[in-house]
Every structure is written in C-alpha cells, then in structure tokens.
C-alpha cells in the first residue's frame, strides 16, 4: 500500500469535490475511492475511526501513480487534522480551496438541508440559532456534528488558513479560490498538477460536481440516517452506499435562492476582518466583504 501524500482539505462548497473528480481520472494520480473520509479530524466525529480501516482505501494505489491523495472537507476546520496528517506524513502536500465566505455560508446551509442535517430552512433564521446551538439548544435530529452549524466559525477561512500556515510548510500548501476555477479551470488544474509532480494529462473538459440542489421527497432522509446511527452503534466503519442511492433517487438540480440585501450586508460586516487576515495570508488583495 501506499501512503496518502496529498490531500484536498477543505473547505466545504468550495469546489473540492469537482476538482478531486477531475484529478481521479488522471493516470498517475490515485484518489480515494471514498471522498471525504474524515479519519484525521480527531476532535470531531469520524467516517473511519482506525488506521486499518483508513488505509484500506488506498490498496489500490500503484507504483505508476505518482500522487495519492484523498479530499476531506472539514481537516480545514479541525484544530488537530492537520497535525494529525503530518504525523503520518510528514512530507504531505495540501490543497485549500476557499470562497467568499458571504457567497459560502448560504451554501453549505442549503448543502446541510439537503443531506438531512440541517432542520430550517430559511438561512437567515439559522444563521440567527448559532448561539442558541452554542448552547446545546435547537439543534437539528440529524446532524452528527453540532459544529457544522456554527456557520459563522467553519466559514472563517482567514483563521484556518492561517492555522494552516504555522503547522505546515508554505511551499506544501496550494491555495485555490473558487473564483479562479470557475474563471479559468484549465490553468488551475494545470497548475495543481505541477504542484503534485505529475504531468499534464491534456485534459480540457471540466465538468461541474456537487452542484445546487434539493429533494424530491425529503423524507426518505430518515432511511440511510437510521442505518446509519445502527452502524455506528455496532462499531461498523465506513458507509454502506445509503446516502448516494438516496442522493441519486431524489436529486433535483435548480439555481441556488439569491440571498437578500441585508443578510447579504450583516454577513459581508462579520467576515470582514476575517477576510483580512486571509488576504495577509495568502498575499492577495479579495474583495468578498465590500
């Protein structure tokens, strides 16, 4: 087997999982055939608790393939994931793909309602929970995670990329924003290439993933959430395919609501100095917030 020496870490509905579509079907990059196993995020709620377990993702992984790597969305968010990965490897390489966090938060709470883990619907009234969830209060039946609804925590991109940066070396870390892929995908994919060491496979077709959606019948949510909880209550690793058959069968795509003028204005004045700080960061002037 060989070892993971990459890994897309985040953040969440940033484009990750378009990007580590395209770079599986390259030939000499193996990506994990399970996106997102979370198993180095420690400090929350794991996929794959076992080293064994982890690892068996990678058997397929061969000499001819010069990059092995696998996309978990919420290492970024961790305080400990990307310790944990260096621990492992300390020579591990790492793609962060960011957004407007004002552009982010909606997102992920429309990603959130539609695998079942996020209750209310209207955005703005969850953005207003976070300090009742804080507490323990009003949190939705099927979130595992209680922290993935901090929205305004796990979309502060500048302080977890900046955490990033004092754990890892600079030149092991490959910045993406969202914004460049979806101007000009071609030369970012070109360039992640080059900063895993593989050549250029000519690809010039780059379809979109994980685009917005909703539920036909949002109640056959409970099905895989069920089996789930009896999985994990009988020590059970890794998924059973529940959650992608329900995707597959009650999928609909539509543009995503536009998010209205003030809780476009109270987002763009909370993220503002976060966004400063990842402007030091990354050396790059971002005008998300103005």
């Not at 080293?51 to 990059?67: D, V, W």
């Not at 990033?164 to 994919?189: C, E, G, H, M, T």
Request: with cysteine; hydrophobic share 40%; charged share 25%.
């Amino acid at each position: 087997m060989r070892k993971p020496n990459f890994f897309i870490i985040g953040a969440p509905k940033c484009g990750t999982t378009s990007l580590a579509a395209w770079l599986s079907e390259h030939p000499s990059i193996y990506m994990s055939p399970t996106k997102e196993p979370h198993f180095f995020n420690t400090d929350h709620k794991r996929y794959l608790n076992s080293l064994t377990g982890y690892e068996r993702l990678f058997t397929g992984a061969s000499a001819k393939h010069i990059a092995v790597g696998e996309a978990s969305v919420w290492y970024l968010y961790s305080s400990v994931a990307i310790d944990n990965i260096l621990r492992y490897n300390p020579d591990a390489r790492f793609i962060v793909m960011l957004r407007n966090p004002v552009e982010m938060a909606p997102s992920l709470h429309e990603e959130l309602v539609f695998t079942g883990r996020e209750n209310v619907h209207e955005f703005a009234t969850a953005w207003d929970l976070q300090a009742a969830r804080r507490a323990g209060r009003h949190l939705p039946r099927m979130v595992w995670e209680p922290k993935y609804v901090q929205y305004g925590d796990v979309c502060s991109l500048g302080a977890q990329v900046a955490r990033l940066y004092r754990r890892a070396p600079s030149d092991r870390i490959k910045v993406i924003l969202l914004d460049d892929l979806q101007a000009d995908a071609r030369q970012v994919y070109e360039a992640t290439l080059q900063f895993l060491g593989v050549p250029d496979d000519g690809r010039n077709t780059f379809p979109g993933h994980n685009r917005s959606k909703q539920r036909r019948w949002p109640m056959l949510l409970h099905l895989p959430w069920i089996a789930t909880s009896i999985k994990r209550s009988l020590g059970i690793e890794g998924g059973l395919g529940l959650w992608q058959h329900v995707e597959v069968w009650t999928r609909v795509e539509r543009p995503r609501a536009a998010v209205g003028p003030e809780i476009r204005s109270r987002l763009q004045h909370y993220f503002q100095a976060d966004v400063r700080q990842l402007e030091r960061v990354i050396g790059r002037c971002l005008q998300w917030t103005v």
